[in-house]
């Protein structure tokens, strides 16, 4: 692993784990894009991402046409289980936030599909929820928990939620799944070698990330309030809890030959 030092980030944030000296990356689940046009600012100029709202994948590709070098058709609308590109042709692939979303049946073919496109001995970074004693406030699930007070609420605050975005698609909205270390492992082994968990925030986080939803939905990301809320929530993930107590898990993997 890496240890840093040309990314400019605290080790509990993915991107202190990329190669200094990579220079593609996929990103699963890459939304509007905003991971990638990092990954451009530190240098790595070869791009693909893949997500399966639509809306998202058109605000990606937009975002990232107007920097330099970048093939904007690498950034495909579809699902993760079958990804349209070459084998062993990536250095890194990140999944942040991602495989949450995905249904438990189709997780291993995701799994095995970014298996395939890496090259060998490449990294793997994933974040996903923990299955620790907080996971019963995730926001994300309120929607299924409670429909009618979150189409209420909904409507109250106006604005556009992701659940346009994935009408008609091979899968829709699932329930948010929080991970344990012995499924990531599942998930992950063989084909993967688990270089580390890192267990990140506890109660800070989620009700940051339930404050931060008219805010999202409003697509008012730059507001005073909610940058208040979005470095609460990372000062929250900052922190490393014992597993039972954590809210999210940071798994640095690489790409095992066969």
């Known amino acids: 692993m ?12 993915e991107s202190y784990y990329w190669p200094p000296d990579a220079t593609s990356i996929l990103d699963v689940g890459c939304n509007v894009g905003v991971g990638l046009e990092r990954a451009h600012e530190l240098g790595i100029h070869n791009l693909y991402g893949i997500d399966i709202n639509r809306h998202a994948v058109e605000a990606a590709r937009s975002r990232l046409s107007r920097l330099p070098g970048v093939d904007v058709s690498q950034i495909v609308h579809g699902s993760a289980d079958t990804l349209p590109f070459p084998d ?24 095995r599909e970014v298996w395939r496109v890496l090259r060998p001995g490449a990294p793997f970074i994933i974040t996903v ?11 994300s699930n309120i929607r299924l928990r409670f429909p009618r007070l979150f189409n209420r609420v909904s409507e109250l605050v106006g604005g556009q939620g992701r659940e346009l975005g994935v009408e008609g698609e091979k899968h829709g909205l699932v329930w948010h799944h929080h ?13 993967f070698a688990i270089d580390l968990m890192r267990w990140r925030g506890s109660v800070v986080a989620p009700i940051c990330a339930g404050l931060l939803f ?7 990301y730059e507001h005073p309030i909610a940058k208040l809320l979005h470095r609460l929530e990372a000062w ?23």
């Open 2 to 13: 890496t240890d840093g030092t040309t990314r400019h980030a605290p080790p509990w944030q």
């Open 88 to 111: 062993d042709s990536v250095d890194l692939a990140r999944a942040i936030e991602t495989l949450e979303h995905v249904p438990s049946a189709l997780r291993p073919a995701v799994v």
């Open 129 to 139: 929820p923990a299955d620790g004693f907080f996971s019963w406030l995730d926001p």
């Open 179 to 191: 991970f344990s270390a012995a499924e990531l492992r599942g998930l992950l082994e063989p084909a």
């Open 214 to 220: 008219p805010w999202y939905r409003l697509q008012k």
């Open 236 to 258: 929250d993930l900052s922190r490393q809890p014992v597993e039972s107590l954590a809210w999210n898990v940071l798994v640095i993997a690489h790409k095992r030959e066969t």
